[in-house]
């Protein structure tokens, strides 16, 4: 579904990307993880177009992401992005959110846009948040409201940067749990996290990037549990606290 | 009697107060849309396009008001425009204030976070769609104050046009003082003529500010 060829990219002469390869197979969860600067949320933003990259290709969907981010609307209508700081339209109630891209994108009668945006926002379990605005809901909310945003699209991929880094830690649970209720689903998906339980938990696979590269690459029992690099086990140690015990142990009671 | 001479002088300002509207409206329906062109271009992401367009934003504000008003009334003709004296305000004004319309709808736009264009992007928003319906609603919220200043100014400086001989309400009033000496009923008169039409002006925004900020209330 995604296949990510030799990518580099750098902000003027400050290299990010150098040399990343990967690929993502159809109804697979991919966890990218490393220290902060190490090119994740640029790589995962290059895969809708949202960032330019220098060199290198990558193939969405069985078609090529113009390097310049070019010409990505129709590719953006079948990859699904969720935002660190959500980014809902503030001057729109939780529907309208969702139902923008039906409406004004897609075409779709109101009407129809409406029942399915009620259906999402229900799935999400905002039900009774129909008519709130952006400003009015908790940070979870907002974060739960801008992923059946992204899902009125029926996209075929979502991705998702950094999605639980902005809220309370009481908040991160539930958007945790709707996340993976979609990977239950078999949705793909690319989601840059800090939280290393879920990863355990959710992805089929774990990328660890480090100074713009993939250092490893693996199941995320093995990467997570069992890390061959020492400079992903030094991460891991870091992020989890300074005993370095395996991830299963770690209490998180946020992740339901 | 300073009542008899204010009944005797209200329908003479009063015609001078239609001719002030007449340039306020006027000068508005040119430097709103103007202004936003203006905006627009400079932030092309055309290097020489903005530069051209800040250039000449800058060089229209850097001139008095009242210079480029007479520049457009009495060099223009030099070179075979010629306007009356209301067509040359209302355009002089027109054209000098939608420069600074131009950076109150810029600081608008810049104002609103960049995340609000690339959510419309990744729900497969073009780039012109969602800046009508994503990042221009929320810019007009932002610049809706300064622009109301900036109307409100547009309105007093339609007195400038005075200087060409205009008869607007600044104008009249003069002409009155002039053969009356009345000048203490006459101004004052000229004064409340003015704050009528200002005060209700903000008074507007106040109203549109809330209408265009319902999502901000808790």
């Not at chain 1, 902060?36 to 969405?60: A, M, P, Q």
């Not at chain 1, 969720?82 to 039906?102: K, Y």
């Not at chain 2, 430097?31 to 250039?55: D, Q």
């Not at chain 2, 200043?149 to 001989?165: N, Q, Y």
């Amino acid at each position: 579904m995604i296949e990510i060829t030799d990518v580099y990219k750098s902000f003027g002469a400050n290299p990010v990307l150098q040399g990343v390869s990967a690929r993502v197979a159809a109804g697979e969860v991919v966890c990218l993880i490393g220290p902060s600067g190490s090119g994740k949320s640029t790589l995962l933003r290059c895969i809708n177009g949202l960032e330019t990259y220098d060199e290198g290709s990558i193939d969405v969907l069985g078609s090529r992401v113009d390097s310049r981010g070019k010409n990505a609307n129709a590719l953006r209508k079948q990859v699904g992005m969720v935002f660190q700081r959500f980014n809902l339209f503030p001057h729109r109630t939780a529907l309208e959110n969702v139902m923008e891209g039906p409406v004004h994108v897609n075409g779709q009668p109101k009407s129809e846009a409406r029942r399915l945006a009620e259906e999402l926002l229900g799935k999400v379990g905002l039900v009774t948040k129909l008519h709130a605005y952006p400003r009015q809901l908790s940070g979870g909310q907002q974060q739960r409201v801008a992923i059946a945003r992204s899902l009125a699209m029926s996209p075929k991929i979502m991705l998702f940067d950094e999605p639980t880094s902005a809220l309370d830690p009481e908040l991160v649970g539930e958007v945790l749990s709707v996340m993976r209720s979609l990977a239950n689903d078999g949705m793909t998906m690319v989601i840059v996290t800090h939280e290393m339980q879920f990863a355990k938990q959710v992805a089929d696979r774990v990328w660890f990037l480090h100074g713009g590269k993939i250092v490893e690459e693996g199941s995320a029992r093995q990467v997570l549990g069992a890390p061959k690099e020492p400079r992903t086990r030094d991460f891991l140690r870091r992020v989890i606290g300074e005993d370095a015990e395996p991830v299963s142990s770690i209490e998180r009671h946020s992740v339901s | 009697m300073v009542w008899n001479n204010i009944v005797e002088y209200t329908p003479i300002l009063l015609d001078g107060a239609v001719v002030t509207v007449m340039i306020t409206v006027g000068a508005l329906i040119i430097s709103t849309p103007l202004g936003f062109v203006w905006a627009m271009l400079k932030r092309s992401r055309y290097k020489p396009v903005s530069l051209v367009a800040s250039s000449i934003i800058n060089v229209v504000r850097g001139l008095p008001m009242i210079v480029l008003l007479f520049y457009i009334y009495f060099v223009f003709p030099d070179v075979g425009i010629r306007l009356t004296s209301l067509q040359a305000s209302i355009i002089g004004l027109g054209f000098g204030y939608s420069t600074y319309v131009a950076e109150v709808f810029r600081s608008g736009i810049e104002a609103v976070d960049p995340g609000q264009m690339e959510a419309a992007q990744s729900i497969g928003m073009g780039r012109i769609k969602a800046m009508i319906r994503v990042v221009l609603p929320q810019a007009f919220r932002v610049a809706l104050p300064p622009y109301s200043s900036t109307l409100v100014m547009m309105l007093k400086d339609s007195a400038i046009a005075s200087t060409i001989a205009v008869a607007e309400m600044t104008r009249q009033g003069q002409l009155i003082a002039a053969s009356t000496f009345q000048n203490t009923t006459v101004y004052t008169m000229v004064a409340v003529f003015y704050l009528a039409m200002s005060l209700p002006m903000m008074r507007v925004t106040k109203i549109l500010e809330r209408r265009f900020g319902k999502h901000e209330m808790t």
